[in-house]
C-alpha cells in the first residue's frame, strides 16, 4: 500500500502512555537511589500514568481550540515535548 494513507506499524501504537510510563519508572528509580533534589520532588508529586485520566493522557488544554482541548498529536514535536500530567482547573 503505497500512497497517502499509508497503515502505521502496529508496535508504535500507544507511544504516548508508553512514554509517561517510563518517565514514571525513571522517576521511581531515582527515588528509590536516595538522592534528593527540588525537580525529582515536583515530579512524585505529579500523577503517574495509570491514575491519569484518558482526557488528561490524550489531549492537551488549547486556548484558542472551541472546546479548550486538543488532541497531544497536534502539538508540534509531541514525542519530545514534555506531556502535561494535569490541565488548570475546571478544563
Known amino acids: 500500500m503505497f500512497g497517502a494513507f499509508k497503515p502505521s506499524f502496529a508496535a508504535l501504537g500507544g507511544r ?19 538522592v ?21 493522557k490524550y489531549t492537551t488544554f488549547s486556548k484558542t481550540a472551541k472546546n479548550y482541548r486538543k488532541g497531544v498529536h497536534k502539538v508540534p514535536k509531541f514525542t519530545k515535548n514534555f506531556i502535561p500530567r494535569f490541565s488548570p ?3
Not at 504516548?16 to 536516595?34: H, P, Q
Open 16 to 34: 504516548a502512555w508508553k512514554r509517561l510510563a517510563a518517565v514514571d519508572e525513571v522517576v521511581e528509580t531515582l527515588a528509590a537511589s536516595g
Open 36 to 56: 534528593s533534589f527540588k525537580k525529582l520532588d515536583l515530579a512524585l508529586a505529579l500523577p503517574k500514568e495509570h491514575e491519569m485520566e484518558p482526557r488528561d
Open 89 to 91: 482547573v475546571g478544563f
